[in-house]
């Protein structure tokens, strides 16, 4: 990567070469060249949202295909996304200023007693990749952060990790307490975390079990676009 | 160097380990989301009614109650300091139960991964992770483990980590990693690259394998990628009795006794040396085990399709060695001039 021949220089791309360069960057993870190549789109007067879509999510889109497929792995996949960060850190209040349309909003959370986040850190990631809003809790989650949180936050998704055997069956008891409040319903719950499996999903009451974090971002589409459908009709 | 396990390993074709610890604690009463390490000392009963459940059921060695007895995962229950502690009870009432049993068995002190991301995207660096696995190695072999047991680990970084801790105490050691993602670790890790691993450190483990995972049948696949290898080093399969299920408010693993019976058998005739279960394996399971390992007479090699038959087919295609490694290479990057 570092070779004499490969040294670019991003400003002298055009706009669709530096895009493509940009993607190509991503999936090296190099968080610096995608800082910089936001900067120079940016000044070529993009709007914010148009270099999330097309630059960002169109690069992390290939990322998480190649994640899903098995030819990128977790350490590979954390570096693309922490590139990705670098770029969203300067697009957020921008898009924020510019009223920019959004996918919807996540609030997520690895499950009490569970210290494991590589998984839920990679769909929170995978899931600002592809332009939602999420609000990570971290590790060790009670049943009243996650409602706190819900409360405050108004999020439309919810979603809880777990890694551990002794960990998973705790999902249950947050959603048997959305549904006690009365709130089950009000929320998309996806669940993921290497022991569960889709039935594991659907026996305590989740929406969809995720098997990584491309399909997560996958299904929360999914549910997002029949929720507008609903809404419109 | 001379430890209870080599000495067994020398003279027996093949050992019998324990099965699940988390389910066995759950059906006890742990609560989820609990540390079970409390249990060491507020229920020592319970841990050794676990233990014991494993040597009654003829296991050869168990694995002691600390699989998250390091400083990052107890942090969690604000026990971050009590790492040591933990790990030396827990390994004091496993020497207890194996001294009292009129066989000879083995204390494998446990040592679970820490949860945390090594190397370059990661957060902890090499030195804390040693530091911290020496942390529970010593309070495993100061309450008398015979060998350290670090399991689950996904990650090579990590599993060098480990290993070096357990050198800086000259302790012997067997490490097993989780295959779990298309036949590889979650950080993409392969049976052969693993095998490279075990034998490019320092100080070799007394035995290396597979635990936890997909199913029985991901893992035996896992054992016949170590064995391509050939490694001469013994070989561990600790395979999940089948799948987890959701059942009246308790997380059941659909694998029966019979299933783990001819899994057992399996991996003995694939060639690993150590078996047992993890996840969902009971000492019904483990009974099943032994007797069928007893029983039945060591076998060829079994084929993949001989494994899909008995015991169930494959979460993947491939498992990423070999020629079955027909999956797409990684694309080439900043390639542009």
Same mark, same amino acid.
């Given at each position: 990567m570092s070779d004499e021949e490969d040294d670019i220089i991003l400003s002298e791309l055009n706009d669709e070469e530096?895009?493509?360069?940009?993607?190509?960057?991503?999936?090296?993870?190099?968080?610096?060249?995608?800082?910089?190549?936001?900067?120079?789109?940016?000044?070529?007067?993009?709007?914010?949202?148009?270099?999330?879509?097309? +630059?960002?999510?169109?690069?992390?889109? %290939?990322?998480?295909?190649?994640?899903?497929?098995?030819?990128?792995? !977790?350490?590979?996949?954390?570096?693309?996304?922490?590139?990705?960060?670098?770029?969203?850190? %300067?697009?957020?209040?921008?898009?924020?200023?510019?009223? +920019?349309?959004?996918?919807?909003?996540?609030? %997520?959370?690895?499950?009490?007693?569970?210290?494991?986040?590589?998984?839920?850190?990679?769909?929170?990631?995978?899931?600002? #990749?592809?332009?939602?809003?999420? !609000?990570?809790?971290?590790? /060790?989650?009670?049943?009243?952060?996650?409602?706190d949180a819900i409360k405050e936050e108004e999020p439309d998704i919810l979603g809880m990790s777990a890694l551990l055997t002794t960990t998973m069956p705790y999902m249950k008891v947050v959603i048997d307490t959305m549904v006690e409040? #009365?709130?089950?319903?009000?929320?998309?719950?996806?669940?993921?975390? +290497?022991?569960?499996?889709?039935?594991?999903?659907?026996?305590?009451?989740?929406d969809a079990y995720c098997r990584d974090a491309a399909v997560a971002v996958e299904t929360a589409k999914e549910f997002m676009s029949r929720k507008h459908n609903q809404l419109s009709a | 160097m001379s430890n209870a396990l080599s000495r067994a390993l020398e003279t027996r074709d093949w050992l019998l380990a324990d099965g699940a610890t988390g389910t066995n604690l759950f059906n006890m009463g742990l609560q989820s989301g609990d540390a079970p390490e409390f249990w060491?000392?507020?229920?020592?009963?319970? %841990?050794?009614?676990?233990?014991?459940?494993?040597?009654?059921?003829?296991?050869?060695?168990?694995?002691? /109650?600390?699989?998250?007895?390091?400083?990052?995962?107890?942090?969690?229950?604000?026990?971050?300091?009590?790492?040591?502690?933990?790990?030396?009870?827990?390994?004091?009432?496993?020497?207890?139960?194996?001294d009292a049993s009129d066989r000879d068995i083995i204390v494998a002190g446990s040592v679970g991964p820490t949860g945390e991301i090594m190397g370059a995207a990661g957060t902890l660096?090499?030195?804390?992770?040693?530091?911290?696995?020496?942390?529970?190695?010593?309070?495993?072999?100061?309450?008398?483990?015979?060998?350290?047991?670090?399991?689950?680990?996904?990650?090579?970084?990590?599993?060098?980590?480990?290993?070096e801790a357990f050198a800086n105490i000259n302790a012997p050691w067997c490490g097993t990693m989780s295959f779990d993602t298309a036949g590889r670790t979650m950080m993409g890790v392969t049976s052969a690259d693993m095998v490279k691993l075990v034998d490019e450190l320092p100080n070799a483990p007394v035995a290396f394998g597979a635990n936890c995972g997909v199913g029985a049948s991901d893992l035996l696949r896992t054992i016949k990628g170590f064995v391509a290898q050939g490694t001469e080093t013994p070989i561990i399969s600790k395979g999940n009795a089948g799948i987890p299920k959701y059942v009246d408010g308790h997380?059941?693993?659909? #694998?029966?006794?019979?299933?783990?019976?001819?899994?057992? !058998?399996?991996?003995?005739?694939?060639?690993?040396?150590?078996?047992? #279960?993890?996840?969902?394996?009971?000492?019904?399971?483990?009974?099943?085990?032994?007797?069928?390992?007893?029983?039945?007479?060591k076998g060829e090699m079994p084929s993949l399709e001989l494994i899909a038959e008995k015991i169930g087919g494959f979460s993947s295609e491939s498992d990423g060695t070999g020629d079955s490694a027909a999956a797409p290479a990684r694309r080439s990057r900043r390639r542009r001039s």
């Open positions: 530096l895009v493509q360069q940009m993607f190509d960057d991503l999936y090296d993870g190099l968080k610096e060249e995608i800082e910089e190549g936001v900067n120079i789109l940016l000044e070529r007067k993009w709007e914010p949202y148009r270099i999330l879509t097309e +630059a960002l999510v169109g690069g992390m889109t %290939i990322v998480g295909a190649d994640f899903r497929d098995g030819i990128l792995f !977790v350490p590979e996949v954390l570096l693309a996304a922490n590139a990705m960060k670098g770029g969203m850190a %300067i697009l957020k209040p921008l898009l924020a200023e510019t009223g +920019a349309p959004r996918m919807g909003k996540m609030v %997520i959370g690895t499950v009490k007693g569970d210290i494991h986040d590589i998984g839920k850190n990679l769909v929170s990631m995978m899931m600002e #990749g592809a332009g939602f809003e999420v !609000v990570d809790l971290g590790i /060790n989650n009670a049943v009243e952060a996650y409602m409040m #009365g709130i089950r319903d009000d929320y998309v719950v996806l669940v993921g975390g +290497a022991p569960l499996n889709e039935e594991f999903g659907k026996a305590i009451g989740a | 060491n000392e507020i229920e020592p009963d319970k %841990i050794r009614a676990l233990y014991r459940g494993a040597v009654d059921a003829g296991s050869d060695l168990f694995l002691t /109650n600390s699989f998250g007895a390091n400083a990052s995962r107890l942090k969690l229950h604000d026990a971050g300091h009590r790492a040591y502690e933990f790990s030396k009870l827990a390994a004091e009432l496993g020497r207890e139960v194996a660096s090499h030195e804390s992770a040693v530091e911290m696995f020496e942390e529970t190695a010593k309070g495993l072999m100061d309450g008398g483990a015979d060998v350290l047991w670090v399991e689950t680990i996904s990650a090579p970084e990590e599993f060098r980590a480990a290993a997380i059941h693993y659909d #694998g029966t006794p019979e299933l783990m019976a001819d899994y057992a !058998v399996l991996a003995r005739d694939t060639g690993a040396k150590i078996i047992g #279960g993890c996840c969902g394996t009971m000492p019904n399971h483990l009974k099943a085990m032994r007797a069928a390992l007893e029983e039945r007479p």
